[in-house]
């Protein structure tokens, strides 16, 4: 049906204790809340907003311009003489017989999407970095914008502690271990040491609080009942 609302759908999973906060997000910026599943440690909530509709008087008004193009293009070709005829035949077979290139360049979205995200090229994170306040709503915000997406920044390890299922450790940008005071709470969750992927000159057999690293990690989620934001370590690089 032509009047028919269409939607588009985003899932979002976030920290059981942290959905009303997303959901209230998600809502200011037009999401409708569809569905939500519990689960022990995470639920999944499902949205919804209908698309904008398309100008469709533009279409059809482009597509009327490229009909009127096409005939311009066929009355000129059927005036052009033998030469040009000749001509354009000559460079359709040269163009054939040019091999393709193995590897598609990617468009500019897909380039924007697998963009490391640094404190350079992305303000959003430079901040991030520097705020003072580790609760601040500014982490619930580049978490749910930039999930699943990756981050590199220099930091360092500001605690350790081991468990039965692996080490937790709490990282902070710069270089100054326990001592740091600025950045949100970054963690790293039930990993092993070689679930790091140590790099770079030197690499230790082990890590401790103080340690600095280029720290490569992919976003998780903000628990905003712990103030910690959860991170899932790419590469860890000695500096």
């Known amino acids: ?31 409708e809340l569809v ?24 279409i059809g008004a482009g597509a009327a311009f490229l009909v009127v193009l096409a005939i311009v293009i066929g009355v000129a070709s059927a005036l052009s003489d033998g030469d040009e005829k000749k001509a354009e035949s000559d460079k359709s077979t040269a163009a054939a017989n040019e091999k393709p290139s193995a590897t598609p360049t990617p468009t500019a979205a897909e380039s924007v999407a697998t963009e490391v995200i640094t404190p350079e090229n992305n303000p959003e994170f430079a901040a991030l970095l520097l705020t003072g306040d580790t609760c601040d709503g500014t982490n619930l915000d580049f978490a749910t914008k ?3 997406r990756t981050v590199a920044f220099d930091g360092s390890i500001r605690h350790m502690a081991r468990y039965s299922t692996g080490y937790h450790f709490l990282l902070g940008p710069g270089d100054e271990g326990p001592q740091t005071t600025v950045g949100p709470g970054f963690k790293y969750a039930d ?37 910690l934001f959860y991170l899932d370590p790419v590469s860890t690089e000695t500096r």
């Open 1 to 31: 049906m032509a009047d028919e609302i269409k939607y588009e759908y985003k899932t979002v999973r976030t920290v059981r204790g942290t959905d009303g906060l997303v959901i209230s997000k998600m809502q200011k910026d037009g999401w």
């Open 35 to 58: 569905e939500q599943v519990p689960g022990t440690l995470r639920s999944t909530l499902d949205f919804r907003r209908p698309k904008k509709p398309q100008p469709w008087l533009l």
């Open 146 to 148: 930039y999930e699943g």
């Open 191 to 227: 990993v092993t040491i070689s679930d790091l992927k140590l790099t770079g000159k030197n690499i230790p057999a082990t890590v401790a609080a103080g340690d600095k690293f280029r720290f490569v990690a992919e976003v998780g989620e903000f628990n905003a009942v712990q103030c």
